[in-house]
């Protein structure tokens, strides 16, 4: 089973590895090409994003303090470069940032730095995922980081989803599974998600690690197997997680 969170300075090379891997497709592909699952946005649209997001999130974790917003600044005519500048700064701030810091965040997590360095890492690799499907190519995530981003959306975005939506129903017991990794969470209503053997649920759901990752995250991904009360299931996964 996985340990999760990894420690914070473990998220650094990982960063650097799908950082590098959304550079890497933004230099070759066609800037202009629609994104599947990101309605209205072009390639170049998703890079904006993903630049201004790292900028925004250097800024918290050097501040410590809740920053203003800006994800649509406009990043000029080499949009590659801006980019990998956008990473750098990202990467700088969070190799200088002491991850027990107190920082702001708006998770349902301890309010410390350490939550910038997972957090990044996987909107990263989702954004990825997404360049990868506007240029037509395949993106590979490592299963760990995968099934680690799982537990960040059930830990940390789940318990904050009413800020953004109402909160996914679930009327009996639910486990997810992923089957690469072999980890499993137990959700009870009422309760927070367990981490651990899956116990006392009444249905279950289970993917690879990067599939049931993509699916939380309401991306195209082949759909979890279901057993059991496949109605609760069907239920609580088609309802949004996060912002």
């Known amino acids: 089973m996985t340990t999760m969170p990894f420690p914070a300075r473990d998220y650094l090379p990982v960063l650097r590895e799908l950082t590098g891997g959304f550079a890497e497709v933004l230099r070759a592909a066609d800037p202009a090409a629609p994104v599947p699952d990101c309605a209205g946005w072009t390639l170049a ?74 957090r990044q890492v996987h909107e990263t690799a989702v954004h990825l995922a997404d360049a990868h499907a506007a240029a037509g190519t395949a993106v590979a995530l490592d299963p760990a980081v995968a099934a680690d981003g799982v537990d960040e959306v059930l830990t940390a975005w789940l318990p904050r989803v009413t800020r953004w939506h109402a909160p ?52 195209t991904a082949p759909s979890p197997r279901l057993t059991g009360d496949t109605a609760t299931a069907e239920q609580f996964l088609r309802a949004p997680f996060t912002a």
């Open 45 to 118: 649209d998703l890079a904006t994003h993903l630049g201004n997001v790292h900028r925004w999130a250097a800024a918290v974790v050097t501040t410590g303090e809740s920053q203003r917003q800006s994800f649509a600044d406009d990043p000029g005519a080499d949009l590659v470069s801006w980019y990998a500048a956008s990473a750098r700064q990202l990467v700088d701030a969070l190799e200088a940032a002491t991850p027990e810091d107190p920082c702001w965040h708006f998770a349902g997590t301890g309010k410390v730095k350490a939550f910038w360095f997972r």
């Open 168 to 219: 996914p129903p679930l009327a009996a017991p639910l486990a997810l599974r992923t089957t690469d990794t072999g980890d499993a969470w137990t959700l009870h209503p009422g309760e927070p998600p367990a981490l651990g053997p899956a116990t006392g649920s009444v249905a279950t759901a289970e993917a690879t690690a990067q599939d049931l990752l993509l699916h939380l995250w309401k991306r």
